[in-house]
T-cell receptor, first 110, second 113 residues
């Protein structure tokens, strides 16, 4: 059974800081890994999708890496802004079924 | 291009009642998945519908059932509601296959009293 763990559960940083969110998974037989953003009480916004054959994806100030052999992914956020405050969720699996971590709640202080 | 839509936005029910939630997929998508997200937790997979049939199911009891219509929209039904069914219910749509991303709707907040 796939299990996804996200560390830390919560993170508070001053504006402008670069930060890294971590995600680990137990079963490396995955088709892809996605990072999502969720604002309080809202749905999920897909940030980055990494196919199993890829090592990383970048979008603007976001960079996500995938190491299947070690069962790890990181989400790097450069030059953080207060508008980045949200919960970030990592999910692994395929278009048939995603297994999510519990998320990292990020607060960027102005 | 409309994204994934869900209705209603909020719903309050009492224990033992039945509820139906609705989802319209993103244009061009033929597959609909449902997830349950309890407060402070990540979403948990309930089931997925493709070609009007349940294709995959997570670890949820038979009280949770669904349906997909010919226009690819979907319903999630929950019978004999329990307090623990209170959650945000998310619908996601995708194109059949293993590698494509899932696009999520805004969710329906269900409160069971």
């Amino acid at each position: 059974k796939q299990e996804v763990t996200q560390i830390p559960a919560a993170l508070s940083v001053p504006e402008g800081e670069n930060l890294v969110l971590n995600c680990s998974f137990t079963d490396s037989a995955i088709y892809n890994l996605q990072w999502f953003r969720q604002d309080p009480g809202k749905g999920l916004t897909s940030l980055l999708l990494i196919q199993s054959s890829q090592r990383e994806q970048t979008s603007g100030r976001l960079n996500a890496s995938l190491d299947k052999s070690s069962g790890r992914s990181t989400l790097y956020i450069a030059a953080s802004q207060p508008g980045d405050s949200a919960t970030y969720l990592c999910a692994v699996g395929s278009a048939r079924q995603l297994t999510f971590g519990s998320g990292t709640q990020l607060t960027v202080l102005p | 291009d409309a994204g994934v839509t869900q209705s209603p936005t909020h719903l309050i029910k009492t224990r033992g009642q039945q509820v139906t939630l609705r989802c319209s997929p993103k244009s061009g998508h033929d597959t609909v998945s449902w997830y349950q997200q309890a407060l402070g937790q990540g979403p948990q997979f309930i089931f997925q519908y493709y070609e009007e049939e349940e294709r995959q199911r997570g670890n949820f009891p038979d009280r949770f059932s669904g349906h997909q219509f010919p226009n690819y929209s979907s319903e999630l039904n929950v019978n004999a509601l329990l307090l623990g069914d209170s959650a945000l219910y998310l619908c996601a749509s995708s194109v059949a296959g293993y590698t494509d991303t899932q696009y999520f709707g805004p969710g329906t907040r269900l409160t069971v009293l």
